[in-house]
């Protein structure tokens, strides 16, 4: 019987799964995917915090492979929250792509005014970067925000460059240094769930990426260590070893950060905790702070 990989229906989680497929057919394992609507594709129209952050994308995969309705399903890695339901494990991670964020443009840098973006962390970076700009929020796909910046709605609007190589995108405009604009936990990683059943971990751990991997869970333990909340301006990136975190004010007015060399789980949780210690007034700033959270795709 094939193994049943669950997706989202949305054409850059289905390029995703098709890439885990891919893996999983190199190494003979036989599998078909299903796509399993969620409360995030469903509700656009609000800001992503308000109906439950990027959780709201990974819950519904989880209950299908808790269900027997599915045997896996492929996520964002950035998606994926830090508490996670019991019986459900993340067995694998693919080599990753760019973590950088691009500004996509439809005018000149110059006449840049209007961003659209929908994710705290990236409106606080532009703010800091530049506090005149206007941020307004965006909500959609990548092909739903990319057809309302050609058709004029927003100046720019900020996309994950690894989504955009995956489509095939290509736009006017810049690449964000992710040393300046930190990304999110996991930016650019896709990762693999599944049930706590032996049979299926030994399956599919043959496709996980280590050097990844290494890097994506210190930055996971950062994230867990500072808490916050969904919509906590937060940026965590790390990449062999090297680990960069930041904690923004909405606006962008102050920015508590730290840059260290971290070997294990454990040393980049303590670095998380000394950061979450320096910035519990700009955590307390950002609604829904009871739980970890994400950035938009």
Known sequence: MPLRIGTR????ALAQAEMVCRALAAQGVEVETSIIRTKGDEVTGVPLHEIGGQGVFVRALDDAILSGEIDAAVHSMKDIPAQRPEGVSTIAVLPRESPADFLALSTGMADVKVVGTSSTRRKAQILRHDPTMEVRVLRGNVDTRVRRLLAGDYHAIVLAEAGMKRL???LRGSRLP???FVPTANQGAVA????????LLITLACI???PTRRDVTLERAVMEAVGGGCATPMGIYCRQGHL???ILAPDGSRTERLEVDVGIAEEARRHGEVLRDRARDLIAM???AMAPGADEP
């Open 9 to 12: 229906g949305s054409r850059l």
């Open 168 to 170: 095939g995108i290509t």
């Open 178 to 180: 992710p040393e300046r």
């Open 192 to 199: 693999v769930v599944c049930r706590a059943d032996p049979g």
């Open 208 to 210: 996980d990426h280590t």
């Open 244 to 246: 960069i975190a930041e």
């Open 286 to 288: 950002a609604p829904g």
